[in-house]
């Protein structure tokens, strides 16, 4: 195939309709976590966060989900790094996880909060000594 443009997957594994979600957003995604675990997806908790600077400039790259509960969805990062940055002038963001294997993805928008000092500090050890 020489024409990007052609090329194309037809997504029939599954259908979404209505009276298939659960009405509150956190037991739907806790269902499909659980699916997605169940499938032994490689990487199943990395996700794409995309950020924006003062001036509205996006940027994405790939984060890992490492926690979920009441107020959100928890990831980690350098306080340094440039999304760091970007959520200090602008806290929303936008999360995609992408599970190819399950012809499924899922999109979260939202406020960005930072963690406590607590959480963050002991997520930090729990990394190996080279990640840190």
Known sequence: MNNIADIRKDYQMRSLSEEDVASEPFEQFSRWWHEALASNIDEVNAMTLATADSTGRPSARIVLLKGMHAE?????????????????????????????????????????????ETVSDNYFQSRPLESR
């Open 72 to 116: 959100g969805f928890e990831f980690f990062t350098n306080y340094k790094s440039r999304k760091a940055q970007d959520m200090l002038v602008n806290d929303q963001v936008a999360l995609v996880l992408f599970w190819k294997e399950l012809e499924r993805q899922i999109r979260i928008e939202g406020t960005v909060l930072r963690t406590s």
